[in-house]
Nanobody, 126 residues
């Protein structure tokens, strides 16, 4: 069973930075698509960034591009989300997610992601 465990959330002031970590554990997995989603209270869950571990392809939502960076440390089986220039609009619970893909690019649809972490809270104050 593949498990995802997030950490690194917290409270910061606007303009600050945080780095979230997602440790992938369990049996060997072909889940090449790794993504970070977030959900604020009363809002729909939205994709923030995804990363194809095989091709190293990365995509970002327009709202975070140039501020957030998704990366991985394969030796540590960890995927990171570096967040800079945070604003109150970035406040949400952030989730790491993964799914297996045969070919093609990863998807923004959370319906395809079948493994999820428990979430880590990010709060940005003005």
């Amino acid at each position: 069973q593949v498990k995802l465990v997030e950490s690194g959330g917290g409270s910061v002031q606007a303009g600050g930075s945080l780095t979230l970590s997602c440790v992938v554990s369990g049996s060997a997995s072909r889940r090449d698509c790794m993504a970070w989603f977030r959900q604020a209270p009363g809002k729909k869950r939205e994709g923030v960034a995804y990363f194809h571990r095989g091709s190293n392809t990365k995509e970002y939502d327009a709202s975070v591009e140039s501020r957030f960076t998704i990366s991985q440390d394969a030796a540590k089986s960890t995927v990171y989300l570096q967040m800079t220039s945070l604003t109150p609009d970035d406040s949400a619970t952030y989730y790491c997610a993964a799914y297996e893909i045969e070919r093609g690019t990863c998807s923004w649809s959370d319906l395809l992601y079948d493994v999820w972490g428990q979430g880590t809270q990010v709060t940005v104050s003005s």
